[in-house]
Each structure stands twice: as structure tokens, then as C-alpha cells.
């Protein structure tokens, strides 16, 4: 299985708000660990993905402003969220091994970096775990996942523990 992985680090950019100060965000995921990382998680996750050759995905870690405009436009909320996904295929995507793609467009996952720090702290863990969590929460919804009662929710949360146990995070929920 072959990956496409656009990471768009609004904190690489050179702008005003790159120079901000996110204190263990200077320790940045590198975009060889975001590839490595959803090269795994989709390696496993194989069974929900429409057949293809190659897939592609884009992944935007941005501040609390610009999620929020996102959140604003899109969900008609008017607040910062802490990701985002922006689903490409229908949830019903035909299985059909005849009507395999050779490059398929997962689509979007936005991560307000603002927003993980804040809930890294409360959940007392590091930065990187709460954006992987949250990386992985954005590629359940690309792939059709979603959680509207608690019995989906609880299957969410564990696929992505499970998902975090193959880059060896180690994270507990409570179910």
C-alpha cells in the first residue's frame, strides 16, 4: 500500500503566528513520523478502505483562529474544535475489487495545535500523544467512522487506542 501524506505545519510556515511560543511543540513530529505513523494506521485499518493502489491524505496542524473560521464555515460553530476531518468518499464507497482505484483522495484532517496542548495538559500526557489521538480521530472519520451515541463512540475510542499501540502509545481510556 502505497501513501501520500501532505503535512501542512502552519508553525513551519514563516509568519507572525509560526514565531508564537507552543513550548514542547518546538519538538516537532516530523513529517517522516506522520508518514510512518499513517502508513501503519491505515496498514491495519485495511479492511475500511475502498480499494486502490494508493491513497492520499492531507493533514493541516494549524491555531485555535484558524480552526474555528473552519469550524465556523463548515459545522456552523463558531469556536475552536480540536480536529477536523474533511471526508472525501461517500460513507457507502463500493468494495467492489473490480472497481479498484489507482489513486484514491482520503481527503483532510485539520488539527488545532492551540487546542491539543490545552487537552495534553489537562489529560497530563505530551503533546505528540494528543496529536497523534487526534490524527487518528480525523482518519477514523475519513473512513467512514463517526460517533453519534455512546456505544459508537466507545468503538472509536478503542480503535484508536489500538491504532496508537502500533506507534507505541500507550494511552487508557475510560469506556
Request: glycine share 2%.
Amino acid at each position: 500500500m502505497q501513501l501520500e501524506l501532505d503535512v501542512q505545519d502552519l508553525f513551519d510556515e514563516s509568519s507572525s503566528t509560526a514565531a508564537m511560543d507552543f513550548g514542547e511543540y518546538d519538538t516537532r513530529i516530523t513529517g517522516e513520523t506522520w508518514q510512518d505513523w499513517f502508513e501503519r494506521w491505515l496498514e491495519s485499518l485495511q479492511s475500511y478502505l475502498p480499494p486502490a493502489v494508493s491513497y492520499e491524505i492531507a493533514l493541516r496542524l494549524t491555531d485555535d483562529a484558524e480552526i474555528q473560521a473552519l469550524n465556523a464555515q463548515y459545522r456552523h460553530q463558531d469556536k475552536p474544535t480540536d480536529v477536523l476531518s474533511f471526508a472525501a468518499l461517500e460513507v457507502d464507497f463500493p468494495q467492489s475489487p473490480e472497481m479498484q482505484a489507482d489513486h484514491l483522495y482520503l481527503g483532510d484532517i485539520v488539527i488545532s495545535v492551540n487546542t491539543a496542548q490545552r487537552q495534553a495538559q489537562r489529560q497530563e500526557h505530551s503533546l505528540s500523544t494528543e496529536l497523534a489521538w487526534l490524527a487518528t480521530h480525523g482518519l477514523l472519520h475519513l473512513l467512514g467512522w463517526d460517533h453519534p451515541d455512546e456505544e459508537q463512540l466507545r468503538a472509536m475510542l478503542q480503535q484508536q487506542v489500538q491504532l496508537l499501540k502500533l506507534i507505541s502509545i500507550d494511552m487508557d481510556i475510560e469506556t
